[in-house]
């Protein structure tokens, strides 16, 4: 079993900037993939980004320039940091851990309005 913990949403201004991150723990084997997406009310649960053990990012195309991805493999922690927010950037957001099996977080929330 693999523990997901997400910190860092909450509610921001349009422009403004926040930093999620979300800690695993457990049964963690590397190599794995980890990363976050999101589900806006009403939608489907989309990809925001994703980053490698060995580093390499994927992103949406809607927030490419915006958003950067990291990990601190030591910890075990990914990190999103979202800048320039836009309310259509308004979610909930999860994390994921994929290995041979995937874990999903339990989702911050973040919201973007004035």
């Known amino acids: 079993q693999v523990q997901l913990v997400e910190s860092g949403g909450g509610l921001v201004q349009p422009g403004g900037s926040l930093r999620l991150s979300c800690a695993a723990s457990g049964s963690i084997f590397s190599p794995y993939v980890m990363g976050w997406y999101r589900q806006a009310p009403g939608k489907q649960r989309e990809l925001v980004a994703t980053i490698t053990t060995g580093g390499t990012t994927n992103y949406a195309d809607s927030v490419k320039g915006r958003f950067t991805i990291s990990r601190d493999n030591a910890k075990n922690t990914v990190y999103l940091q979202m800048n320039s927010l836009k309310p259509e950037d308004t979610a909930l957001y999860y994390c994921?851990?994929?290995?041979?099996?995937?874990?999903w977080g339990q989702g911050t929330q973040v919201t973007v309005s004035s």
């Open positions: 994921r851990y994929l290995a041979s099996r995937t874990y």
